[in-house]
């Protein structure tokens, strides 16, 4: 069984689950009182959000091959509500997803990619190493 086998939010409730056994991924004191984005109201209250938000942005790698903050940033936004003006969309803050990358990279899970000069397929970001693609398959 892979990672398309099973229905995206089954799986990542799963891999969030295997994920509280790995050392390297423990939640920070300050994520309690942060927002998750400008868009938002309130902090976040689901006492197990870091380790979905882990499992979630794992499996956008896998999906996409490399994957950068920005990009998830903007996959993680949402509109912001600006009274009676338009709804605008606004990108997720970086800082929980950068700590979560870097906590993945501690793991061994992801390693950082450099652009290539002259190679176009080429993006710089975070690809899964194959540790971290054994993990990620290994979840059922």
């Not at 990619?113 to 397929?121: L, R």
């Amino acid at each position: 069984m892979g990672v398309y086998d099973i229905d995206a939010s089954e799986y990542n409730k799963k891999l969030a689950e295997a994920l509280k056994k790995v050392d390297e991924f423990k939640q920070p004191e300050w994520a309690e009182f942060v927002k998750s984005g400008p868009a938002k109201e309130r902090p976040i209250d689901d006492p197990d959000f870091w380790y979905k938000r882990a499992a979630s942005i794992l499996r956008q790698i896998y999906k996409k091959n490399s994957v950068g903050v920005n990009r998830l940033r903007t996959k993680y936004g949402s509109k912001k509500n600006r009274g009676f003006k338009p709804e605008e969309f606004r990108k997720a803050g970086g800082k929980i997803i950068r700590t979560i990358l870097q906590q993945s990279d501690k793991a061994g899970f992801t390693e950082i990619v450099k652009a290539v000069k002259g190679v176009k397929g080429r993006k710089p970001g975070r690809k899964l190493t194959q540790k971290g693609k054994e993990f990620l398959e290994g979840i059922k």
